[in-house]
């Protein structure tokens, strides 16, 4: 019996039974079933591959740009949760994002996977060729292998656009605690920081969710439910407890926030008031919004199919068109961008939660594995498709940020880049300095060429206060082939084409 029982178990248990028979019963059981408990370890680590390695394939699939590492340290530190790693690469895709190409300059530290590095390889090889028009039309055409990097990037929003709301998300997870952090974050950004409205769409979604609040406070609550009811009498009763519940998280976040004093007791009239006004106003104002953002959309499409052929300069970086122009409003794009991130986010959860039934299916359940399978190709289909909305909708906030500070200043030799991702920064660095260069070779037989000024900023509002912008830019321009001067930190001076 030895393999698979220890020669020292054995002669133990003749020794203890001190009989042959006996001992020989009990180590052919115990050996028979060491047998089995070794061919199922052996199965259950095969398993444990193939599912771990189908985990990744799914992994990539909806983050292309994450490395093979990165993906399988997630998926690990979860616990081989597909659903939990999910959440926590969605929620961390800002920073990857904002973080990438941050290296210094000249410095490449990437450790991604095998895929990047090659593809990054490749393109250090090939030989750049820098073609400068002086008619006034846009020289850079994107190649393929761009036109794919930016469908892989999933889309984000700058580091601190993304992190204005975590006082709201604290006070939200401190009354709601079963309520998860991404859920909430995702309620306060489709509400545009509105904490009654994003408390009553979590209550909408879960009706009766858990709330930690103390007798006194419970007491005050029905007060003004009774005074809302009052005054909101077409209203069910449903409504009436999310909005009354909203206005009391508000008033405490107001509180730790020093917009009002604290009070021994809550102010119910005061309260009343403000649920009243959100009640009467709030959706109406979101109604004329969505109204608003259509008509823009109309008026653009008017303007695109009037244009017989492409303009000679990008128009938001035109200084002399407010009445052909139509001004977007950065804030307004930046919520509705960070509104189908969060959709899209949740359709990824849903992708992920359908691949996890698919994979549990037993044998006899093909036509359920199928199903699975197929709803989570949908989702995923669907979560680019929002992705790639969303990434339109942060192009409109950036190009209208770079715009406004050209207005201010009446000066449209600027390029201000506050507010931006990285992603965003360099598309608008290539078409600026392109718009700028071509100009200034028409006007060059009557004027000296004067320098296009890039303001990065040095990372006041970056994650630990560390310059992003201006290290990835400087990169992007020695790249690109322009002869650059750095005056100051946070500016960048771009004054030609540098020699061959």
Request: a negative charge; hydrophobic letters at 40%.
């Amino acid at each position: 019996f030895c393999p698979p029982l220890e020669e020292s178990l054995a002669r133990a248990i003749l020794s203890d039974v001190n009989d042959y028979e006996a001992a020989h019963a009990i180590l052919a059981e115990l050996a028979a079933e060491a047998r089995i408990a070794t061919q199922e370890d052996i199965q259950q680590s095969d398993d444990n591959e193939a599912t771990g390695s189908d985990d990744i394939d799914f992994l990539q699939a909806c983050f292309p740009t994450l490395s093979l590492e990165k993906l399988s340290e997630t998926l690990s530190t979860q616990n081989n949760d597909l659903e939990k790693t999910t959440d926590v690469l969605l929620n961390a895709t800002y920073l990857a994002n904002d973080f990438q190409d941050s290296d210094s300059v000249g410095e490449d530290n990437d450790k991604g996977g095998m895929d990047q590095r090659s593809r990054r390889n490749k393109q250090k090889k090939k030989k750049k060729t820098t073609t400068i028009f002086a008619s006034g039309h846009l020289p850079y055409q994107r190649t393929d292998d761009e036109e794919d990097d930016e469908c892989d990037q999933l889309a984000t929003v700058p580091f601190n656009y993304w992190h204005q709301y975590d006082s709201h998300v604290a006070e939200i997870t401190r009354f709601l605690p079963t309520v998860a952090r991404s859920r909430a974050l995702g309620a306060i950004q489709r509400c545009r920081g509105n904490l009654i409205a994003a408390v009553r769409d979590l209550m909408i979604q879960e009706p009766k969710p858990r709330r930690a609040m103390d007798m006194s406070q419970l007491r005050e609550l029905e007060k003004l439910q009774e005074g809302l009811s009052a005054v909101l009498t077409d209203r069910s009763d449903d409504v009436i407890k999310q909005i009354a519940f909203g206005v009391m998280i508000n008033y405490y976040w107001q509180q730790k926030q020093g917009v009002i004093e604290p009070a021994q007791q809550l102010p119910i009239d005061w309260m009343v008031s403000e649920g009243v006004e959100f009640a009467l106003n709030f959706d109406k104002q979101q109604e004329e919004l969505e109204e608003r953002l259509k008509l823009q959309e109309a008026q653009r499409a008017l303007m695109a199919s009037k244009a017989n052929e492409m303009p000679a300069v990008p128009e938001y970086l035109l200084v002399d068109n407010f009445g052909t122009y139509v001004d977007d409003d950065p804030e307004v794009c930046r919520s509705m961008a960070m509104q189908l991130i969060m959709e899209r986010n949740l359709l990824f959860m849903k992708a992920a939660e359908a691949y996890r039934r698919k994979k549990n299916a037993g044998p006899g359940e093909a036509g359920i594995a199928f199903y699975y399978s197929d709803e989570a190709s949908n989702f995923k289909l669907k979560a680019r498709k929002l992705d790639s909305k969303a990434r339109a909708w942060n192009m409109r906030a950036a190009r209208a940020l770079v715009r406004s500070h050209r207005i201010n200043t009446k000066d449209d030799h600027l390029l201000d880049l506050h507010g931006l991702t990285i992603e965003e920064a360099k598309i608008l660095v290539r078409e600026g300095v392109t718009q700028w260069w071509s100009r200034s070779q028409i006007q060059l037989a009557r004027r000296a060429i004067r320098p296009l000024k890039i303001i990065t900023g040095v990372g006041k509002h970056s994650a630990y206060g560390e310059a992003r912008l201006m290290p990835s830019v400087i990169k992007f321009l020695k790249n690109e082939g322009w002869r650059i001067e750095i005056p100051r930190p946070g500016c960048i001076l771009v004054k030609g084409v540098q020699n061959k």
